[in-house]
C-alpha cells in the first residue's frame, strides 16, 4: 500500500491540515451524530456531553469552514439554528465508521500493548 502523505512538502501540510481536522475527538462525535440527521447545537451538546460551549462551537467552525458541514439559521423567535453534513460529510463518515470499528475490534490489542510497554519501562528503570 502506498503512503497516505507523499509528494511535496505542501501536499504533506495540506494532507496534514486535514487529518487534524478529522482526527480531533471532538470532530468525530460531531461527524458521527450528524451522520443520523440534522441536529440544533444543544442537541449536539447534550448528546455528546463533556464538551464545552466554545469547544463545540470551535468544533463546528472549522467544520463548516472545512466543508464538512452546512449551519442554517431558521428566523423564529428565538432563531433556531441546525447544523447537517454536507455530501463531503457525509463520505467522511465511511473513513470515521471504518477507523471507529478498528478500534473497537483491537482495544484488547492496544491495551494488552500498553500494558507490556508499561511493565518493560518499569523494568528498565529498576
Not at 471507529?100 to 484488547?108: D, I, K, V, Y
Amino acid at each position: 500500500m502506498p503512503p497516505i502523505i507523499h509528494g511535496s512538502s505542501e501536499a504533506c501540510q495540506a494532507v496534514n491540515s486535514i487529518l487534524s481536522r478529522v482526527g480531533d475527538k471532538w470532530t468525530v462525535l460531531v461527524v458521527e451524530l450528524l451522520g443520523q440527521g440534522p441536529l440544533r447545537f444543544n442537541e449536539l451538546r447534550r448528546l455528546i456531553g463533556g464538551i464545552s460551549q466554545k469547544m463545540l462551537t470551535t468544533t463546528l467552525r472549522g467544520l463548516e469552514r472545512d466543508g464538512f458541514v452546512t449551519r442554517t439559521v431558521f428566523p423564529t423567535i428565538p432563531p433556531r439554528v441546525d447544523y447537517e453534513l454536507t455530501d463531503l460529510g457525509r463520505d467522511l463518515l465511511v473513513p470515521v465508521h471504518a477507523l471507529g470499528e478498528w478500534a473497537r475490534l483491537n482495544t484488547g490489542r492496544v491495551a494488552k500493548a500498553r500494558v507490556s510497554f508499561d511493565l518493560k519501562q518499569k523494568d528498565e528503570a529498576a
